[in-house]
C-alpha cells in the first residue's frame, strides 16, 4: 500500500509533463483549442477535445467547410464611367439580370461609346415587384423607371422568384352615387328603417339556396364553372389558373417596354441546381418564349450553355473561350464571373446585331410543332430537319442563296492533276521531259526513203 502511494506522484508528474510539452508547439492556443487562427478548417487534436467540430473536414450544415470563403451571390458594382457613352443599354430585372448586367460591362469594357445601365430588384418578379407589395407590378414601376432614360435597346431576365403561387387581382369596386346626385338613393326615414325593397329580397335566400342546392348535389362534381379562383385568392404555381393570370403579367410587361420605342429583348432563365427546380425553370422559359414570339420581341435562350450533355444543371462548364470553367456559385443559383461572361456572350450575339440593325430585333420564326408544344413539356432532343438544297430556282441539288446561272466548263488540266492525280506535264527540254520522239529532235532525223514501189504481177496467160 506504501509502494503504491510513492508511485502515484510520480506518475502524475510524468502526466504533467507530458501535457506541458504538448502545449509547447509554437502554434497559437485559439488554433489549437478553436481551429481559428489562420482561417483554416480545425485539426484533427487527437486528444481531449477531439469533438466533430474540431476535426478537419468537419462542414457546416449549409455544405461549405469552416472557414472556407463565402460566395456572394450578387456581382461587383457598376464601373463609374469618366465620360458618358454615346449609346446605352438598360438591362432590367432580379439578381440573375445583375450578374447579366455585370458580364455586359466587361465585354464591353473596351467600348467607350457604349454603356450599360442597371435596373435591378434582386428580390423582385412579375408576381412581386417587392417583397411585401401586392399592387406594385413591374409593368408599372418600369414606366417610372425608364422615363428619364434613352436606350438604345432593354435587356430583361426575371422570373427567378416567381414560383410561388399567385394571387387573382380583386376587381375594383363601384361607388355608389352621392346624395344629390342622379340615381341616388332616396333618403331614409328617421327610425333607421330598412327600405320596403330590402324586406321583399329577404324571403328569396331560401330559394337561392336551393337553386344552389340543385346546382352542386351532395357527393355530385361541382360544375366547371366553381373551379374558376375567386378574385383575391390564390392559385398554385404551375396550375392552369396561374399560367394564365401570369401570362397577363408577361404581356403587360413587354408592352410597357415596347412603349419606349427601342429594341426589346427577353433572357430566358438558366437551369438551376435541383431536377424539380430546373422543370420549373423550363417552365417559365416556355411561357416567356411564346409571349415574346407573340408581341414581336427576340427571346434569348440561353438553356443550352449552362446544362451537361444531358441537359441537368451544371456546375462546370466550357467558358466562351472552350476552356473548362467553375460557372456557378455554391448556391446552385448564381454565376461566377466566367459564367457571367459567357451568359453575356451568348446575349451579345442577339444584342449586336439589334445595335447594328434594329430592322432585326423582330423574333426568328419558329417551327409549327413549337406553337402547338405544352409549356412545360420536355424538350426534343434535335430541332427541326431543314433541307439545304432549294426546291425551286435553280438547279436541283443546288444549295439555298446559289446563282441559277449554271457553272463554267471545268479546265481539263485542272481536273487531270487535282481530281484524278496525274502528274502535270513537263515543259519542253526539262530533264523529266520524257516524251519520245524528244521535242525539236523530229528536224534532225534524215528524211525517210521513199519506199519501193512493187511490180504489178504477171498477167496469166
Same mark, same amino acid.
Do not use: C
Given at each position: ?85 454615346? $449609346? ?160 397577363? $403579367? ?75 470553367? $467553375? ?135
Amino acid at each position: 500500500m506504501r509502494k503504491r502511494l510513492r508511485l502515484r506522484p510520480r506518475f502524475l508528474a510524468v502526466v504533467f509533463a507530458l501535457l506541458s510539452a504538448g502545449a509547447a508547439f509554437p502554434v497559437p492556443a485559439q488554433a489549437q483549442f478553436w481551429g481559428f487562427g489562420s482561417g483554416q478548417p480545425a485539426q484533427r487534436s487527437g486528444g481531449f477535445f477531439s469533438f466533430p467540430f474540431f476535426q478537419r473536414g468537419y462542414r457546416s450544415p449549409y455544405g461549405a467547410p469552416y472557414g472556407a470563403p463565402i460566395e456572394s451571390s450578387r456581382p461587383p458594382p457598376p464601373r463609374k464611367l469618366e465620360t458618358q457613352p454615346a $449609346r446605352t443599354i438598360v438591362v432590367i430585372g432580379d439578381s440573375m439580370a445583375d450578374w447579366l448586367a455585370y458580364g455586359l460591362e466587361e465585354i464591353y469594357a473596351d467600348q467607350t461609346d457604349l454603356g450599360v445601365v442597371r435596373k435591378i430588384r434582386p428580390n423582385s418578379g412579375l408576381i412581386h415587384y417587392e417583397p411585401r407589395n401586392d399592387t406594385l407590378e413591374w409593368s408599372q414601376a418600369v414606366k417610372d423607371i425608364l422615363t428619364d432614360e434613352k436606350p438604345s435597346a432593354i435587356v430583361v431576365m426575371l422570373g427567378l422568384n416567381d414560383r410561388v403561387p399567385l394571387r387573382i387581382p380583386v376587381p375594383p369596386r363601384e361607388t355608389a352615387p352621392r346624395k344629390g346626385e342622379k340615381g341616388a338613393p332616396a333618403a331614409r326615414a328617421g327610425n333607421n328603417k330598412e327600405p320596403p325593397q330590402n324586406k321583399e329580397q329577404k324571403p328569396a335566400a331560401p330559394a337561392a339556396e336551393a337553386a344552389a342546392r340543385a346546382a352542386n348535389p351532395p357527393g355530385g362534381q361541382a360544375p366547371a364553372a366553381a373551379a374558376a379562383p375567386r378574385p383575391g385568392g390564390l392559385v398554385e404555381f404551375r396550375s392552369d389558373q396561374w399560367a394564365q393570370a401570369y401570362r397577363k $403579367r408577361i404581356d403587360d410587361m413587354i408592352a410597357a417596354l415596347k412603349a419606349k420605342g427601342v429594341p426589346v429583348l427577353w433572357v430566358g432563365l438558366p437551369a438551376v441546381r435541383g431536377p424539380r427546380s430546373t422543370a420549373d425553370m423550363s417552365y417559365l422559359d416556355d411561357l416567356y418564349h411564346a409571349a415574346a414570339d407573340k408581341a414581336g420581341i427576340r427571346y434569348v435562350d440561353i438553356w443550352d450553355g449552362f446544362v451537361d450533355e444531358n441537359g441537368r444543371y451544371s456546375v462546370q462548364g466550357p467558358d466562351f473561350e472552350g476552356q473548362i470553367r $467553375r460557372l456557378r456559385t455554391g448556391d446552385g443559383v448564381h454565376f461566377t464571373k466566367y459564367g457571367a461572361l459567357k451568359l453575356a456572350h451568348l446575349v451579345d450575339q442577339d444584342l449586336s446585331r439589334v445595335l447594328t440593325n434594329p430592322a432585326v430585333a423582330a423574333p426568328l420564326p419558329a417551327p409549327a410543332a413549337s406553337a402547338t408544344a405544352k409549356p412545360g413539356a420536355a424538350r426534343p432532343a434535335i430541332g427541326p430537319v431543314l433541307p439545304l438544297t432549294a426546291n425551286g430556282g435553280g438547279q436541283a441539288g443546288d444549295l439555298l442563296g446559289a446563282k441559277s446561272a449554271r457553272p463554267a466548263p471545268e479546265d481539263p488540266l485542272a481536273a487531270s492533276v487535282l481530281v484524278r492525280g496525274d502528274p502535270p506535264p513537263a515543259p519542253p527540254g526539262r530533264a523529266d521531259d520524257f516524251a519520245w520522239p524528244p521535242h525539236g529532235a523530229a528536224a534532225n532525223l534524215p528524211a525517210a526513203a521513199p519506199a519501193p514501189a512493187t511490180a504489178a504481177p504477171p498477167a496469166a496467160h
